[in-house]
Each structure stands twice: as C-alpha cells, then as structure tokens.
C-alpha cells in the first residue's frame, strides 16, 4: 500500500521482523522507494500507535525519539477513546 504525507510518497509494508525498531520502522524521507513497516502481528492498539509514531517520523524526520514517542502514545489514546477501530478488509 502507497500512503502520502507532506506531499511525499512512502510504502506501507507489513513485516514478519524488523531490522530496527520494536515495532516499527521508518525510512529517511530522502530515500528512493522509502517505507514505513510494521510489525504484521500487533494487537489493534498497538497498531494505531505505532502508525502514528512511523508517521510522525516520515513527517518530521529530526524531531526527537521521545517527543515522537509521547506524541504518538498520547494520540494514540485520544483516538481509541473516541472509538477508533480497525475495519476488517476482504
């Protein structure tokens, strides 16, 4: 899958084991054919979390690990007590 942020195009892959990271990883927004990946097997919340941090890197890549990972955790909660559920795709 192709997701787009701040104009820029990055790929959505989902992975069985990361090289780096604990549950997601992101490429430098100045690397050819760049991905986000994710772990294929987090549960739900985890899920929504780790998206959102990947993202926020793809947008901000200089911005420090913890402001990334405060950020992310904080509108990862938000977002799960508004009702945010994954939808299952056929």
């Known amino acids: 899958m ?8 990055w790929r959505l892959v989902r992975v069985k084991k990361l090289t780096r990271g604990q549950g997601g990883e992101c490429d430098a927004p ?4 760049k991905a986000i990946r994710i772990l294929d ?10 998206l959102i941090h990947e993202f926020l890197h793809a947008c901000n890549w200089w911005a420090d690990e913890e402001w990334v990972d405060d950020a992310s955790s904080d509108m990862a909660k938000a977002l799960w007590r508004l009702g ?5 795709t056929q």
């Open 2 to 9: 192709q997701i787009r942020l701040l104009g820029r195009i």
């Open 30 to 33: 100045t690397m050819p054919r």
């Open 41 to 50: 097997d987090l549960e739900e919340e985890d899920e929504l979390r780790l």
């Open 84 to 88: 945010w559920r994954k939808t299952k």
